[in-house]
């Protein structure tokens, strides 16, 4: 029941968000539209910018998150795909708050997945002490959300070709550095969906 409320509220404010500035959107407006009462919004979140990170965790970051069986470039072109389907609602976010804000919501499933692939690559190669995994995993999670927030950002509308071309380019600078490999192979995307 607790979720099936906060879609509701959710699914409202994305609504709202199409028609006026995130700003300018009450709670009583969110009221006005489910019929609930304040009490119930209250309940379920502390304001607006509460129920934002929840349709960022909801519909972004639990949907982005890196399954076992996943290749690298399945798992890149899925995250892109969401972000697509989402792009008005982030695109809103984006221009209206700080979007570094976002960072917090979808930067764990990021820095997840990009752990897992670590350790399953360094498992292969055994390059990288596995206490490191953890630091490594943020600074790469880290650059990549900024990429992600970035690509909203800017409005931009490129190929699946390339942008796992543009993912894997800002992944391969590391290998330039003396003793350092890049920790998953982003180097020959083998499988494209289209």
Request: charged letters at 25%; hydrophobic letters at 40%; one cysteine or more.
């Amino acid at each position: 029941m607790c979720y099936a409320t906060k879609r509701k509220i959710a699914d409202c404010v994305k609504q709202l968000m199409r028609k006026k500035e995130i700003r300018k959107i009450t709670i009583q407006d969110i009221m006005d539209e489910t019929h609930m009462s304040r009490q119930s919004f209250y309940y379920h979140f502390k304001d607006i910018y509460d129920v934002l990170e929840w349709v960022t965790e909801y519909d972004f970051a639990k949907r982005i998150a890196y399954q076992e069986n996943e290749s690298v470039e399945e798992w890149i072109l899925n995250q892109f795909h969401v972000l697509s389907e989402e792009r008005a609602f982030f695109e809103r976010v984006v221009n209206e708050l700080e979007w570094p804000k976002l960072l917090n919501s979808i930067i764990s499933p990021i820095e997840d997945g990009i752990a897992s692939l670590m350790r399953q690559q360094n498992q292969v190669l055994g390059m990288i002490d596995t206490r490191d995994i953890k630091s490594y995993a943020h600074l790469y999670a880290t650059a990549y959300c900024y990429f992600l927030m970035d690509y909203i950002y800017h409005k931009k509308q490129i190929s699946d070709q390339e942008l796992l071309r543009d993912v894997i380019g800002m992944f391969s600078f590391l290998k330039v550095s003396p003793g350092f490999h890049v920790p998953f192979q982003l180097l020959e995307p083998k499988t494209m969906v289209s």
